[in-house]
């Protein structure tokens, strides 16, 4: 079994800085890929950055030059920095990782998700 554990989030004003954090446990072989979702009340999941082992990143255009994701090989952590940020963003915002459990099997994992606001 793998799980993700998030950390992080809260309440932050307009402009305002939050950071997220997701450790990933158990039976890990490899990890293809992590990365950070966000969904709100009637809305579809979207991604909203993601990170390959290989380092290559990937953002939704709503959050490019405000966010950066990045990945600690080492802990099987990957790390969500959000700078100047937006009532739009508040949302919840869920961890995910592709990761291979043995050599030739992998699936998709989920955290649990952390809420972010942004309010004055």
């Known amino acids: 079994q793998v799980q993700l554990v998030e950390s992080g989030g809260g309440l932050a004003q307009p402009g305002g800085s939050l950071s997220l954090s997701c450790a990933a446990s158990?039976?890990?072989?490899?990890?293809?890929?992590m990365g950070w979702y966000r969904q709100g009340p009637g809305k579809e999941r979207e991604l909203v950055a993601r990170?390959?082992?290989?380092?290559?990143?990937d953002y939704a255009d709503s959050v490019k030059g405000r966010f950066t994701i990045s990945r600690d090989n080492a802990k099987n952590t990957v790390y969500l920095q959000m700078n100047s940020l937006k009532p739009d963003d508040t949302d919840v915002y869920y961890c995910?990782?592709?990761?291979?459990?043995?050599?030739?099997?992998?699936?998709?994992?989920w955290g649990q998700g952390t809420q972010v606001t942004v309010s004055s």
């Open positions: 995910n990782g592709r990761i291979y459990f043995t050599t030739s099997r992998w699936d998709e994992y």
């Open positions: 158990g039976s890990i072989f490899h990890i293809v890929a």
């Open positions: 990170v390959t082992s290989g380092g290559s990143t």
